[in-house]
């Protein structure tokens, strides 16, 4: 651990808040993540696979490669 | 370079996107964490004290990288919000809405540890300053987006709106990287990380900080990945319920 001096509380809490902050963000994004998969999984195995028309093969760009469409 | 461009735009498909991302997530992520711990590791540990600022120079590898993320993420949404508005591209709508939390957060951390660095160093850890005014409105744009996003129903009017929002609150994007060109006034000093020599922060400060701030871009990146993918996932089960009647 370096010497931080007089500073060290205010050094200390900045990494404190960029980790709590950021660790907060990653958990929220991984929970709804997993929540959105395991829903989608149910409602398909429920329903059925819903699937769009196959798209051609985007060679010559975006007009040629249409989204799969999204309600 | 056409077929750069073409490359890019297969990601607005996303059965494509969905495949791509699946496959880099993981890389993505391990840099990410790679370069988060060396680049603060090597800040917090590896590096001596300022002459003048003393040790909190260090809180310059978590302060800088999330203020600069903090403006660039706003400049993505922007560009999203305009490909949107113009290319009517679902997955750059949701890729502008994915960032925004992320965006809020880098804000939130830039605030405190610049509240948290300024108190020692200027005695007082806010002021009416020109940078960090713009960036506490950067703020309630990235607030508000999300609220917008949250408050509205139907996905694509949501997006047409909060893509407007967005292209508004880009001016604050810019204010709040050239305030301190604009007005030569207020506390905060200039740009960190500098081209010119002279302004450039120590090369002993220079390189964890790089590494750092090339962390949190990987750790952005991951995030986005993984909240665009979480996106599109929740509109394909909102098709679903729609399709089977059971409401959005």
């Known amino acids: 651990m370096p010497d931080l001096g007089a500073y060290a509380a205010y ?15 990653i958990a929220w994004s991984i929970r709804a ?16 696979r819903r699937r769009a028309a196959p798209a051609p093969a985007p060679e010559t760009g975006p007009e040629t490669a249409p989204e799969e469409p999204m309600p | 370079m056409a077929g750069r461009i073409r490359s890019l735009w297969e990601f607005a498909n996303p059965a494509r996107f969905m495949r791509l991302s699946g496959a880099a997530l993981p890389w993505v992520s391990g840099l990410a964490a790679l370069a988060l711990v060396g680049g603060l590791g090597w800040g917090f540990f590896g590096t001596p004290d300022d002459f003048r600022q003393g040790s909190t120079v260090k809180i310059i590898y978590v302060h800088v990288p999330a203020a600069t993320m903090a403006i660039n993420i706003y400049v993505m949404m922007a560009a999203m919000s305009l490909i949107w508005l113009i290319r009517r591209h679902h997955v750059s709508a949701l890729a502008a809405k994915a960032a925004a939390p992320v965006g809020a ?42 609220a917008l996003w949250a408050a509205i129903d139907d996905p694509d009017a949501a997006a047409d709106l909060t893509a407007v929002l967005c292209l508004v609150g880009s001016v604050f994007a810019v204010v709040s990287r050239y305030a301190v060109l604009f007005w030569s006034q207020g506390l905060h000093q200039g740009a960190s990380l500098s081209l010119d020599r002279e302004t450039n922060v120590a090369d002993v400060f220079w390189r964890p900080l790089v590494l750092s701030l090339a962390g949190f871009f990987l750790l952005f990146l ?27």
Do not use: C
């Open chain 2, 105 to 146: 957060a880098m804000t939130l951390i830039a605030l405190v540890t610049g509240a948290l660095w300024g108190q020692p160093m200027w005695g007082a850890a806010w002021a009416w300053d020109p940078r960090l005014t713009s960036f506490l409105i950067l703020m309630f744009f990235y607030v508000g987006y999300s």
């Open chain 2, 222 to 248: 991951a995030l986005l990945l993984l909240r665009i993918r979480t996106e599109i996932r929740l509109r394909r089960a909102r098709a679903i319920r729609l399709a089977a009647g059971e409401g959005a």
């Open chain 1, 11 to 25: 050094v200390l809490a900045s990494y404190a808040a960029a980790v709590v902050v950021l660790g907060a963000v």
């Open chain 1, 33 to 48: 993540a997993l929540r959105a998969r395991t829903e989608l999984e149910r409602l398909e195995a429920r329903h059925g």
